[in-house]
């Protein structure tokens, strides 16, 4: 018996009244993938992936998660996904482990293992020794981390990943990358993300889908992609010649205002 695809989506379709937010997307995400979704602001990507984690409903086509269609049994696909949104969802008021606990006692981590499971997902990341401190005192790394272990709490099959790293510094993305790689590399699960820097795609993914104004524009490996214009092409020209001039162009002032907050939390 074949495997499904750990993500499948057929003529994906969104609209917001007038507006079209993804128009006739086709994407498959083969199991134990790292698959990065790359886009201007405003081309469709967090959509999808709010699509995909059962956060919006689809105007027409299907999304799947491992053979499970996310529109008619949601409650399933969650228990098969961890989800880190752009916008930061731990909650400063709270340790570290409360936040965690907080988010086994969401996926319904036995009673009995919910302990060490926490603890186990805080060490992983790194945050055992301020596992007890409140997290209003966590770097922005820290909370980057606290996030990852929080969505892995479930030791979920897909790990979704919107924009993880926005607003992190150079070492404190290296960090959290070590730190999903080598879970990856252990459970073989698989990676969907979203990002802006193009450095990251090309060094982690191992197939990119590049969307703009709502549509995809190209799909394959970040090396194949840059081979298709020419020997010296980098990814930044890959994204250049599919959607011009256009690194920062889209998206509305409710995005450029949360993202900021985002990173200014983060600094």
Request: a negative charge.
């Amino acid at each position: 018996m074949s495997v499904p695809a750990a993500v499948s989506i057929r003529d994906l379709r969104v609209l917001f009244g007038d507006t079209i937010a993804v128009e006739g997307v086709d994407l498959e995400v083969a199991p134990g993938e790292v698959f990065g979704l790359l886009g201007p602001n405003g081309a469709g990507k967090t959509t999808t992936i709010r699509v995909l984690t059962t956060l919006l409903p689809a105007t027409s086509g299907s999304a799947g998660v491992f053979g499970v269609d996310v529109a008619r049994h949601p409650m399933d696909v969650r228990r098969l996904l961890g989800f880190v949104p752009q916008q930061l969802s731990a909650d400063a008021a709270l340790t570290g482990r409360e936040n965690v606990s907080l988010f086994a006692r969401l996926f319904d981590v036995p009673r009995r293992t919910r302990p060490a499971v926490v603890g186990e997902m805080l060490e992983t990341m790194g945050l055992g020794e301020s596992a007890d401190r409140l997290v209003s005192t966590y770097s922005g790394g820290m909370i980057r981390r606290l996030e990852l272990a929080q969505a892995l709490v479930n030791r979920p099959r897909l790990l979704v990943l919107d924009e993880p790293t926005i607003g992190l510094d150079p070492i404190a993305r290296s960090s959290v990358w070590e730190r999903i790689e080598r879970l990856r590399e252990e459970t073989g699960m698989t990676v969907l993300l979203t990002t802006h820097y193009l450095d990251e795609a090309d060094a982690l993914c191992d197939r990119v889908a590049l969307m703009h104004r709502a549509r995809l524009r190209a799909l394959g490996t970040p090396d194949g992609l840059k081979a298709d214009l020419g020997p010296d092409a980098t990814l930044e020209d890959v994204f250049r010649h599919h959607t011009g001039d256009t690194l920062e162009a889209g998206g509305d002032m409710r995005n450029v205002r949360q993202t900021r907050r985002t990173a200014s939390r983060l600094g």
